[in-house]
């Protein structure tokens, strides 16, 4: 599954409220399907179903009852078969474990046995298991089931360890067509015939959450890829927009092709949009589901956001045919090498397709993206246990996904990307279209490298938080030595002074000096010391390639040496992982943000757009939470004079030879200076620009357009308010759509907060965006008390939207904005009386950001007046 937001673009974060932890969900193991028939007859315009099962299970051992999962079903007739005896089996539910207990009167024989069970269910909307979603006049059923919910379309065994075959078939109405995992072999008129049948090839084996269904009136595109037909869908009058996407799908699926050893093996790809969809999109085997705002755009209409978003989400649900539907976790406390894999595995084709994108630079940010979470106490290690439903949607989190991908590139760094390609292919073949668990893959990888991975990979997958290492660099003897410390990092500054006992093995590599020796080396130890080249060198640099994962934090001397040089001596992502640490020293009380704004210093003529926008971001909360209302006018002044000479040299407008790279750096310009650095100029020059585009004058380049309309709508009115909400509403390409619509957050007069605020309980704010909605008024200082206090009031009408999967989390995480101790305390309070069980150790990651920010608050605010005195 691919999240929604981008964990780098908010904090995430609460915690066990000592919830009644379900004691273990499992099914017993003596049962085991092989294959599942399942036809459907889909009344959409009564939103329900009914189902007619037939399931091969194999029995361990004589039996009268089978447990399978079932929610929401309702059970009409269930009878076993085993050998030629047919037995009526009565149902048992148990509601809490999401389970039916089927009892037969007479023992059933060890061996082959077949279920029949005829059902009902409902098409809920809760976009989850086979749900509905609407758009205009038109109904499309649809189906969502990773994690556990494939339990609500069908009784099952609904583990990803019991892989099966499925036959589907789907009685649909005349004007309608169906997708699945696999593809039509027949379409025939249903009996009575109002209704048609379409019937899919049988699937390989495959697990229960992956089944795929989809019914409405779609219209796609075709392509293919060596000899693989590519489809792209959406509901009908949309597939065109997916051009951009095809086009992509195609080439990515070439350099899987050539990537893993197994080609691709399931026939034909479909990739449908749908528009309502929880998560950002769903592996499901050969049928990808996506949401429409991540898949179809108008391609006149692209921004480089939009397009990168696209092909990344495509090459993280293409990397999953093999990671996840091939091979399996076994359980989902190994969910990582579903996820980690794919958000690792994404990154590849698109290095490959297009190197203009600086994808390293985007991984370097997931780093840190993981490295900040993993910094709380509220942290959890990468393979951890879960049992039930909640606690399974909450291992989907920035640890499962980022400090997954982080860790394995830390490998394939360290083991060189040949070695590493050889150990994933060695892993895929062993276990295909079965489960594996963390143990088989770096058993696999050791074997493939004949390096201790089985050593390496453990402290890190199996202990949370993750290490500081704490460098020096001497002069002996006319040779460098350098010192190398680690313990594990901690935000908060008096967990950091009791040393936990946590150590690691790490993959360390050195870039030193500016003649550019270095290498690579493995610490083990709590302090070793390595030795480099015959001449002394005044700075070291301990994540060459910025590929590791830990903090580093070097003496002031280093520091100084260091710091001048920054743009010829490091590369893009080595600039980003520099500042990244530093920042997460400042937060955690090892050194003053003078340190911090300093160093930013030699960011102002950075080029990079990534690298540009992280540091500029501390700007941005050094500015709200760091100035005091007397000194803030000079900060913004500051911000000013480090970057209006880069900006008048990249300039507001855009050229038709930019590139990508100098729009978006152009982009991050102007919202920095139009809004933390509250430039009157770039203010206004934004109000004209978007004026005139709304008035039918020059379109805005889709890559600044997010800026410019953001910082219009801060310094805007009612009038532009009005306009900027008729411009959501009307828009048809889903990305200028959302540009507007999020733009709502940004005005600051409470009127006008309070219309955007209300729009939220309309119809016309989907469920699935609603999460995301509050999120971005969280996320700004003069929305935000009023964003807390209006979904207190309207919880109950705002619970049913936020609390599907991501968005209960994303709504907590983002209330990680607050820096005061009695909002603190109302949170807590607040979740305490009305709790999301799938965002309860997010709340405690909320709760301890809010905690270290009070704190930072009160040990800097003094420190930036100092600074701005000199
Ligand atoms: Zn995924």
Redesign the pocket.
């Known amino acids: ?3 929604l937001i981008h964990f780098g673009s908010l904090a995430a974060g609460v915690v066990a409220l000592g919830a009644a932890h379900v004691s273990a969900q499992r099914l017993p193991a003596d049962v085991t399907p092989s294959h599942y028939d399942l036809s459907f007859d889909v009344d959409l315009a009564n939103a329900r179903f009914t189902g007619t099962e037939t399931i091969r299970v194999d029995l361990a051992q004589p039996a009268r009852a089978i447990v399978l999962n079932a929610a929401e079903i309702t059970f009409r007739e269930v009878t076993i078969e085993s050998g030629s005896t047919r037995q009526t089996a009565t149902v048992a539910l148990n509601d809490a474990r999401q389970t039916a207990t089927l009892t037969v009167p007479r023992q059933l024989p060890g061996g082959p046995a077949q279920i029949h069970i005829t059902y009902g269910g409902i098409l809920n909307d809760k976009l989850r298991g086979f749900y509905l979603s609407t758009e205009s006049n038109q109904r499309i059923a649809v189906t969502q089931l990773e994690a556990t919910d494939a339990r609500r379309a069908f009784p099952s065994f609904d583990e990803p360890s019991f892989k099966a075959t499925f036959d589907i078939s789907l009685t649909i109405d005349a004007r309608d067509s169906a997708i699945s995992n696999g593809r039509v072999i027949s379409d025939t008129p249903a009996a009575g015939g109002a209704k048609h049948v379409v019937k899919f090839s049988t699937t390989p084996k495959m697990s229960s959450y992956l089944v795929a269904m989809a019914v409405g009136r779609f219209s796609c595109i075709e392509g293919s890829a060596e000899s693989t037909p590519i489809r792209i869908c959406g509901i009908e009058g949309k597939g065109e927009m997916g051009r951009i996407a095809l086009d992509m799908a195609q080439q990515i699926l070439k350099f899987y092709n050539t990537y893993f050893a197994i080609k691709y093996p399931y026939g034909k790809l479909d990739v449908l949009a749908v528009p309502d969809f929880a ?5 499901n085997t050969a049928a990808i589901f996506y949401r429409e705002r991540d898949l179809l755009v108008d391609s006149k209409d692209a921004s480089l956001t939009v397009r990168k978003r696209i092909a990344s989400v495509l090459a ?2 293409m ?2 045919q093999w990671f ?1 539907d091939l091979v399996t976790m076994k359980w989902w406390d190994d969910v990582w090498l ?2 980690g894999f ?2 690792w595995m994404e990154s590849r084709p698109l290095a490959a397709i297009r190197p203009d994108w600086n994808v390293a630079v985007d991984e370097a940010l997931d780093n840190q993206a993981a490295l900040g979470l993993d910094a709380l106490k509220t942290t959890h290690a990468v393979h951890a246990p879960v049992e039930t439903p909640a606690e399974i949607d909450e291992a ?1 989190d920035a640890i499962t ?1 980022q400090k997954g991908a982080s860790v394995l590139r830390m490998i394939e760094n360290y083991l060189g990307p040949d070695t590493f390609r050889a150990g994933v292919n060695t892993y895929l073949r062993a276990h295909a279209y079965g489960n594996a668990t963390s143990q088989d893959f770096w058993s696999a990888m050791a074997e493939a490298s004949g390096k201790p991975v089985e050593r390496i990979m453990p402290t890190f997958i199996n202990q949370p938080g993750a290490p500081l290492l704490e460098v020096s660099v001497s002069c002996i003897n006319n040779r460098s030595q350098i010192d190398i410390s680690q313990q594990r990092f901690f935000l908060d500054p008096s967990l950091m002074q009791t040393r936990s006992a946590e150590r690691w093995q790490i993959p360390v590599c050195i870039k030193a000096g500016s003649s550019g020796a270095g290498g690579c080396d493995l610490i083990a130890d709590n302090k070793q010391t390595l030795s480099l080249g015959n001449s002394c060198v005044p700075w070291a640099f301990a994540n060459a390639g910025a590929q590791g994962y830990y903090r580093t934090a070097y003496s002031p001397e280093m520091l100084r040496a260091l710091a001048p040089r920054i743009q010829e001596a490091l590369t893009p992502p080595e600039r980003l992982s520099l500042s990244g640490d530093e920042w997460a020293l400042v937060r955690a009380g090892r050194h003053s943000v003078i340190d911090y704004l300093t160093l930013a210093a030699g960011y102002a003529t950075e080029h990079t757009d990534g690298v540009l926008s992280t540091v500029v971001d501390k700007f941005e909360y050094i500015d709200e939470y760091l100035t005091t209302p007397e000194n803030r006018p000079r900060f913004q002044r500051f911000v000013r004079s480090l970057f209006v000479p880069l900006f008048q040299e990249i300039g507001f407008t855009s050229t038709a030879v930019d590139s990508d790279e100098r729009r978006a750096l152009r982009a991050t310009l102007i919202h920095t200076l139009g809004v933390t650095g509250e430039d009157p100029e770039v203010a206004a020059s934004a109000r004209t620009a978007l004026d005139r585009a709304l008035g039918g004058g020059p379109a805005l380049d889709p890559t600044l357009a997010h800026s410019i309309i953001e910082v219009a709508a801060r310094h805007g009115d009612a009038a532009l308010f009005d306009t900027i909400l008729a411009s959501a509403e009307r828009s048809t390409s889903g990305d200028e759509k959302y540009r507007y619509l999020y733009a709502l957050a940004q005005f600051t007069d409470p009127a006008l907060i309070n219309r955007a605020l209300a729009y939220s309980l309309t119809p016309k704010l989907r469920s699935q965006d609603t999460a995301s909605f509050f999120a971005r008024f969280l996320h700004e200082e003069a929305a935000r008390p009023r964003a807390w206090a209006f979904m207190k009031e309207h919880w109950a009408q705002l619970e049913p939207k936020i609390a599907i999967f991501g968005g209960d989390t994303t709504v907590t995480s983002a209330l990680g904005s607050f820096c005061d101790a009695a909002t603190r305390e109302d949170i807590r309070a607040f979740f305490g009386q009305h709790p999301l069980p799938s965002a309860s150790r997010t709340l405690s990651q909320t709760l301890e950001r809010i905690d270290n920010c009070v704190a930072l608050r009160a040990s800097q605010t003094s420190k930036v007046s100092e600074f701005l005195q000199r």
């Open positions: 599954m691919r999240w998560a950002g999109a769903m592996e993280h649900e990397a999953h996840g579903n996820e794919a958000n989907f996904y």
